[in-house]
Nanobody, 124 residues
């Protein structure tokens, strides 16, 4: 089992940037795809971005394409989410999760290990 701890959330104004980090420990990190999801109050959990085990393949939700970038450092067991041009509709709790294999997937049901989440609030 892997343990995931997110950090980097906060309160920012629209147009600002934030960088989220997710540190992993326990289960081998480098062999598995990672994903970022978010959940706003009264909404379903939404796929934000995913990255393959090697980092060569990335995939983004339509609402964040061109603004967010996912990356990973397997030497540091950490995955990142760089968020630029933030909008009030990006406000949510952001979670990182480990996928079932090396391949990127966007279905939250495929992810077995989740962090506790970090709050991102974007004011207008």
């Amino acid at each position: 089992q892997v343990q995931l701890v997110e950090s980097g959330g906060g309160l920012v104004q629209a147009g600002a940037s934030l960088r989220l980090s997710c540190a992993a420990s326990g289960r081998t990190f480098s062999g598995y795809a990672m994903g970022w999801f978010r959940q706003a109050p009264l909404k379903e959990r939404e796929f934000v971005a995913g990255i393959s085990s090697t980092g060569r393949t990335t995939y983004y939700g339509d609402s964040v394409k061109g603004r967010f970038t996912i990356s990973r450092d397997n030497a540091k067991n950490t995955v990142y989410l760089q968020m630029n041009s933030l909008k009030p509709e990006d406000t949510a709790v952001y979670y990182c999760a480990q996928g079932p294999s090396w391949r990127v997937t966007s279905d939250p049901g495929d992810f077995g290990s989740w962090g506790q989440g970090t709050q991102v609030t974007v004011s207008s």
